[in-house]
């Protein structure tokens, strides 16, 4: 659930406000608790005000040190970063982080890169993880494309998230929307033979969108068997129901899974 790419009604997990120009550049400038390691540096998406709570803002101090990572246009030392080496996802765009939280409490053998900009939600999923001993997720608050250009190398994830981005419905806007033939080809070469792309959203045109876009791409196929489903998935059990997303289904609103592997 992206702050540059939201879901198109907001809800808990992911609920931001559109700044003016004027408050975007004040909290871009606003210090930095000391010792906190991040960058502040934005530059690709739409940047969604929020404030950032007291308790977030101690997450920060507490747990930055422990749980985020320094955007440097180098390789990342992935071992490094999480102790360990496991199969590496990278999610974009995760809101408030409460279902990033779940699925690495799920998938505990597993390494979660996560990448989002809105710093309230950077603080609620540090929080997350410092209070709930999470400690297979680590989170750059820096602009994803930047971290895949500079500091992950092709064929170096086992899987990619992006679960509710931004929809931008009206149709002089569809060009904003993140799920693009560029963008997904870059998706792609970043993944392992047998790496996966997860897509998920709320709106119907951009799920047809993102099929199209996906399907057209050579270094994908799509996972999908059943053809009553129209390309799409069933919601894999590792993704939550987020508070949204349940009171919709309950409404009878949609919501389009899409899981396609690199080849």
Known sequence: MTS???PSPPDADTETTAPDAATAEAKAKKPLPEGVP????????????GRTGPGQQRAYEQFGPRFLLNYAPAPLDVAAAFGRTAPVVMEIGFGMGGATAQIAQARPQDNFICCEVHEPGVGALL???GEGGIENIR????DAVEVL?????DGSLDGVHVFFPDPWHKT???KRRLIQSPFVNRLARHLKPGGYIHLATDWEPYAQQMLEVLSAEPLLQNTATDPALGGYVPKPDYRPLTKFENRGLKLG????DLVFKRV
């Open 149 to 153: 250009d500079h500091m992950l190398p």
């Open 38 to 49: 991040f960058m502040r540096v934005i530059k690709s998406y739409v940047l969604r005000a």
């Open 127 to 129: 929080k997350l993880c």
């Open 139 to 142: 989170v750059f608050r820096h």
């Open 253 to 256: 609103h949609g919501v389009w």
């Open 172 to 174: 002089k806007h569809n």
């Open 4 to 6: 540059e790419h939201q």
